[in-house]
């Protein structure tokens, strides 16, 4: 079964590798949150603030992409987690077909914060992680909250 999640929280630090954003489920209390890089989190905070940029970047180019190829972008979903590491696929509807393709979770993020698309969670992934609200050792220096 699939939780239907939202982005949450965005804690960019730009010293470090290490940005962390936050799901939270729609219908209930629990969150948690995701590792990501640097570019992944200006991709996010971009689409958040409805930023254009000059020149397509990665996830307006796969999105052109989709959408030339007759594709239309329908949610993505997070649907494990293996030693750490999390695995998401981009749900794509094309003419009636559904196509499922495997992406690192921080790119189908920022993918479905630019094309408004639902985010969703396996509960396996979401009991594998418990409750806890932060990441141990973690600290995200400013954030930017959308509650």
Same mark, same amino acid.
């Given at each position: 079964?699939?939780?239907?999640? +939202?982005? $949450?929280?965005?804690?960019?630090?730009e010293?470090?590798?290490?940005?962390?954003?936050?799901?939270?489920?729609l219908?209930? +209390?629990?969150?948690?949150?995701?590792?990501?890089?640097?570019?992944?989190?200006?991709? =996010?905070?971009?689409?958040?603030?409805?930023? @254009? #940029?000059?020149?397509?970047q990665?996830?307006?180019?796969? $999105? !052109?992409?989709?959408?030339?190829l $007759?594709?239309?972008?329908k949610?993505?979903?997070?649907? /494990?987690?293996? @030693?750490?590491?999390?695995?998401?696929?981009?749900?794509?509807d094309q003419?009636?077909?559904? =196509? /499922?393709?495997?992406c690192?979770? !921080?790119?189908?993020?920022?993918?479905?914060v $630019?094309?408004?698309?639902? =985010?969703? #969670? !396996?509960?396996? #992934?979401? @009991?594998?992680?418990?409750?806890? /609200?932060?990441?141990?050792? #973690? *600290?995200?220096?400013?954030t930017?909250?959308? *509650?």
């Open positions: 079964m699939a939780i239907h999640m +939202e982005l $949450s929280r965005l804690f960019i630090r010293m470090t590798d290490m940005q962390v954003i936050e799901l939270k489920e219908e209930g +209390e629990r969150t948690f949150p995701i590792v990501i890089g640097l570019p992944e989190a200006f991709a =996010i905070e971009r689409g958040l603030k409805g930023l @254009e #940029v000059p020149r397509p990665t996830h307006d180019l796969l $999105s !052109s992409v989709i959408n030339q $007759s594709g239309t972008l949610c993505i979903h997070i649907h /494990e987690l293996y @030693e750490g590491t999390f695995y998401a696929m981009l749900c794509i003419d009636g077909r559904e =196509i /499922e393709i495997d690192r979770p !921080s790119d189908a993020i920022a993918l479905s $630019s094309e408004q698309v639902p =985010i969703l #969670v !396996s509960e396996q #992934v979401i @009991e594998a992680l418990g409750d806890d /609200e932060e990441t141990p050792g #973690v *600290d995200p220096g400013p930017f909250d959308w *509650d």
